[in-house]
Structures are given as structure tokens and as C-alpha cells.
């Protein structure tokens, strides 16, 4: 932009290196683009040139002061239309004072005027200078505010965890999940105190989060069984079996349920 060629780079990871990187590798869909100092900016044109090619833009120390995009810069706030965007800047304390100025307009221009679904976040490092040494990991922190969980997985607090996991899509755009292991561990305590009913809610959940889990289905079917609800344990047990064909602890407890 004004003479960097920003136009070409974001063209080639817009047309070339996104597309060639899903074709080969797996991915999720949710994308970050990151810049830092002269590449923060070009962070931040990227999020008004091309919204698309990212769900969040993280800028550390972007030098905001290019003549064209100080000129047009209320207007591309005002006249946004990318949808749900978020844009975290992030700055070091003394950091330059063309850095300071710049962002902090920006993120004040984006609070007062910008349509619904682009918001910011500005980060100010204490102690820190241009292009602070953990920007991307404070840019990371603002743009998932809220989503880590500070409860320890149990009975009581299983509900409200859950509701909080489940809302991350609808608040921050990319879904998340309980860990496997920590949904096992309640679920077979819940079934060693014989209260079925929660470990059935539980394992359901595992299963449902974790649908290509053959152990997801045992753990599910165990508690049908142990619930006396042998049909829906065999369709687990089954399930089970058609994800990991030969799976040991599936095969023996459906031939023991066929008894």
C-alpha cells in the first residue's frame, strides 16, 4: 500500500496460500492474520481491503501513519461491511508516539462508529517498546477473553461448563470442546456413585463432541447397560465397532449382553 505492494501480498494468501494450505493440510476454518510494526498495518488495510481472509486480525505496534489510510480511515470504519470481524492492537507502554496516537485513534474511531460485528481490543504491554516480545500471545488473550474455564470439571459444575463451552461459536466464532479424558473422568465417577442419569447426560455429551471416539460410544454404552437399558447399550457397543472394527472391551461386552 502506498508503495509495499500490500495489494499483491494479500491477493497471494487470499488466492494461493489459503486455498493451496486447506488442500493439503486439514484445517479449521476459524483463521488469525497476524502483523507486526510494518505488517501490523498491513494487518489492519487487510481487515477493510479483504475482511474475508481472516475471522480476527491481531496488529502489534502497527504503523498507522500511511498518508492514504490516515485520510480514509472514518470512512472505511463507518462504511464497513465484512460482517462479524475483531481486531485486536497491541502496543508496547513506549512504544513510538506516532504507534500510541494512531492506534489508540483507531480503536476509539472503531468504538463510536463502526457497524455491529467489527469490534477492537487495545493491549498496552507495561514496561514494553516497539513490537512487545509477547504480542501475539496478549493479542490471543484479547481476542478470547472469557473462553478459558477457571472450574474444575465435576457434578455441580458440569451445567454451567457446559453452557459456557457450548457458547463459544455463537461469542467468539470458532467452536471448542471439553477434553475427552476430563468428560471420562466424571462420567465413570458419576457411575461408580450410581447416579446413571448424570453419567448418561455426561457420556452423551462425550459422544456428541467426540463422534469419531469408539470409546466415547463404550463409555456411553456402560452406562445404558448399568442403567438397564441394554438395547441403547448394544447400539453403543455396535457404534463402537464400526469405528474401530476388532476393538476389544466392545466386542466382549456386546457378546456378553447377546448372552
Known sequence: RDGGRADQYLDFIHEELIPHIEKTYRTEKFRVLYGTSNTGFTAVYALFRTPSLADAYIAASATLS???FRRDRDSLVRDFKGGRRRLALVMGEHDFPTVISQNGALKEQIGMAAPAGLTCRLAVIPNGEHVPANSLIEGMRDLFDGWRITQRLTESSF???K???DDRFARFGVPGKLPED????LGRALLGEKKNGKAIEVFQYRAQGYPRSPEAQVSLGDAYRQDGRREQAGECYRRALSLAPGHAAAATKLKELEK
Open 163 to 165: 453452557a459456557q463451552v
Open 159 to 161: 451445567p454451567g461448563i
Open 182 to 185: 476430563e468428560l471420562n473422568g
Open 66 to 68: 500511511v498518508p492514504s
